[in-house]
């Protein structure tokens, strides 16, 4: 598995290196060429989140849960030449009240079990080294770029590992063109020594968006494709482990239609889930899910309205309510669901660098039914959760010295 994870990332980044491109996209959320940064420079550069989350879900899909704290990380940028830099510094993550922590915070998986502990803050090195191979391709080692979610579907990638996961860290490649978008990333999470009591850990991911313009600036269509793996395994440890990979595979297509500064879209997405290997840790080997939605975009207001409806799903680094098992209740899975889901954000800038988020999320999950062995079948009327949050970002350098 660790081979066709190599082998696979190198296939994509062989297959989209292009010739030398001289832009950048306009209204894309990434572009690599940071035009600001001179030559031989050496800045300090603070990236602080703190925020305030507040997950108030009813039923037995999942707990409920609040996060305030914050995350710091601050860090001394150097860059060779406008194609090669350094980044290095630490990752504090502070949850206020709390004064023990997981040495690793880490994106779900199943069976996982931490056994060494920091107190009072969690704390991390954070280090990326990034190649400008044009301003529209990066190739970077180290800690990986997720602020945008890896702009993956909501059911695959929760929002909060933006900030409350650790940085993500490994290998990730990037390209970014008028009609072609791509994030191709390896996380690795848990690195293993001979005689370890734990497997090693990793996250495969890529997210593939083609971009057609029907109407130029007014009338667009996307087709993503996206490709989750999560892998468990390992060699020459200290017990019996199995190994197991599971996988996430999302195709859609979006139409955005823009009229002034209101953007109107509506797509799809259809999901498709797989264990593989020795282990049944998951409850399903095989499911799906789809997810149709329409969207609302003015200036930095967004509000989504998409409905879900899935059968023996499992997402690997979503919410838990995109799951057809419960997370509260031993051993209770669901039988087909579906529900209404609402998602609203807005971003105020501030300052340069610093803008303050906010977001709020709603489940509302209908007719629910299922089984748990030994106990008699589970009915439910429909239920609502509902979850928001505040984030204040700061993302800011200051030149130290240019050489």
């Not at 037995?60 to 290095?88: D, H, M, Q, V, W």
């Not at 409850?283 to 409905?307: D, H, M, R």
Request: hydrophobic share 40%; glycine share 6%; charged share 15%.
């Amino acid at each position: 598995m660790k081979r066709f994870a190599i082998l696979s990332f190198l296939i994509v980044f062989v297959s989209v290196l292009p010739a030398k491109s001289q832009f950048c996209f306009s209204d894309c959320e990434t572009c690599f060429a940071d035009t600001a940064i001179q030559s031989h420079s050496l800045l300090f550069h603070i990236d602080d989140k703190s925020f305030f989350v507040d997950n108030e879900y009813k039923g037995e899909k999942t707990y409920g849960y609040s996060l305030p704290g914050f995350r710091l990380t601050p860090s001394l940028f150097y860059a060779l030449n406008e194609k090669i830099s350094l980044e290095a510094g630490v990752s504090m993550l502070r949850y206020h009240g709390a004064n023990r922590y997981p040495c690793v915070i880490y994106s779900y998986f199943p069976a996982w079990q931490a056994y060494q502990f920091l107190s009072g803050v969690h704390l991390i090195p954070y280090f990326r080294a990034s190649w400008n191979i044009s301003p529209a391709i990066q190739l970077s080692f180290g800690n990986i770029d997720n602020q945008n979610s890896h702009l993956l579907p909501e059911p695959l990638y929760n929002v909060e590992h933006t900030f409350s996961s650790d940085p993500e860290a490994g290998v990730q490649f990037r390209l970014n063109k008028p009609h072609q978008y791509l994030d191709a990333w390896l996380n690795w999470q848990s690195f293993v020594f001979a005689n370890d009591i734990h497997q090693e850990t990793f996250t495969l991911g890529v997210n593939w968006q083609t971009k057609l313009d029907i109407v130029k600036e007014k009338l667009r269509l996307l087709v993503p494709l996206s490709l989750i793996v999560q892998h468990l395994g390992g060699e020459n440890l200290s017990g019996d482990f199995s190994v197991c990979t599971w996988s996430n595979i999302a195709a859609g297509m979006r139409l955005d239609y823009k009229h002034n500064r209101l953007i109107s879209s509506i797509g799809a997405d259809y999901l498709y889930y797989n264990q593989a290997g020795e282990s049944d840790i998951m409850p399903f080997e095989n499911g799906w899910a789809v997810y149709p939605y329409i969207e609302l975009a003015y200036q930095k207001l967004k509000v989504k309205f998409a409905y879900y409806d899935s059968e023996d799903f499992v997402s690997l680094l979503g919410s838990p309510h995109f799951c057809n098992f419960s997370t509260n209740t031993p051993d209770l899975v669901f039988d087909r669901s579906n529900q209404f889901y609402v998602r609203a954000t807005y971003s105020y800038d501030i300052y340069n660098g610093c803008s303050f988020d906010a977001y709020f999320q709603l489940f509302r999950q209908n007719h629910l039914t299922g089984d748990r062995p030994g106990f008699d079948k589970v009915i439910r009327d429909g239920f609502t959760s509902f979850s928001f949050g505040i984030i204040l970002n700061i993302d800011h350098s200051i030149l130290l010295k240019h050489f």
